[in-house]
């Protein structure tokens, strides 16, 4: 089974902090990562979906890079506000695009 | 659009008893997906359905069983509950067209306690 790797498990910044996350995924035979967004009480929503070693995306103040030699893809956050407070995931496709395997998480909180 | 759609939100089974759960999109989506949310776990894939007709085993298939009833419905069914059967579970879709990975529209998930 594929193993997929998030980290921090948890973090706490202050309003207007920039933070970032890593996601670890197996390099060999990779397929395609994905980052959702969870709020509380919501269900999970897309925020990228990458394949391309060097792929860069960005929506607003959220942006997410892919190292798929190394395994590894990171997710920023740029000048956090309090509507950032989420659990993201990863998720990453390496038996096939259909099958994603995700992460635990990572939980952000955003004090004002 | 109402996306993908889930019932019933909230369950209690006692041991065995069975039930089903429904999920169903109005997206036109091919491809449809049941997980399991569990605490300090990642969502695990039990089933999914790369199109109408089709249905493969995920990570954790034990216990359920599936039926792609048409394009637009896919339910997830516990024949004999049990307590480690405890869990959140979500549907989701996505589209699939080719060899493509598109991101998963997820509904809003059934709680479903066995005791």
């Given at each position: 089974i594929l193993n997929v790797e998030q980290s921090p498990q948890s973090l706490h910044v202050q309003e207007g902090d920039s933070t970032n996350f890593t996601c670890s995924f197996p390099s060999s035979n990779f397929y395609a990562l994905h980052w959702y967004r969870w709020e509380t009480a919501k269900s999970p929503?897309?925020?990228?979906?990458?394949?391309?070693?060097?792929?860069?995306?960005?929506?607003?103040r959220i942006s997410a890079t892919l190292n798929t030699k190394e395994g590894y893809?990171?997710?920023?956050?740029?000048?956090?506000?309090?509507?950032?407070?989420?659990t993201y995931l990863c998720a990453s496709s390496n038996t096939g695009f259909q099958k994603l395997v995700f992460g635990t998480g990572t939980r952000l909180l955003v004090s004002p | 659009n109402a996306g993908v759609t889930q019932t019933p939100k909230f369950q209690v089974l006692k041991t065995g008893q069975s039930m089903t759960?429904?999920?169903?999109?109005?997206?036109?989506?091919?491809?449809?997906?049941?997980?399991?949310q569990d605490p300090g776990m990642g969502l695990r894939l039990i089933y999914y359905s790369a199109s109408e007709g089709t249905t493969d085993k995920?990570?954790?298939?034990?216990?359920?069983?599936?039926?792609?009833?048409?394009?637009?419905?896919?339910?997830?069914?516990?024949?004999?509950a049990a307590p480690s059967q405890t869990s959140v579970y979500f549907c989701a879709?996505?589209?699939?067209?080719?060899?493509?990975?598109?991101?998963?529209?997820?509904g809003p998930g059934t709680r479903l306690t066995v005791t």
């Open positions: 929503e897309a925020l990228f979906v990458m394949t391309l070693n060097g792929d860069e995306k960005k929506k607003g893809s990171y997710l920023y956050i740029k000048g956090s506000q309090p509507e950032d407070s989420a | 759960l429904q999920c169903a999109q109005d997206m036109n989506h091919n491809s449809m997906y049941w997980y399991r995920g990570e954790v298939p034990n216990g359920y069983n599936v039926s792609r009833l048409n394009k637009r419905e896919f339910s997830l069914r516990l024949e004999s879709s996505n589209p699939k067209r080719g060899a493509v990975s598109y991101e998963q529209y997820f």
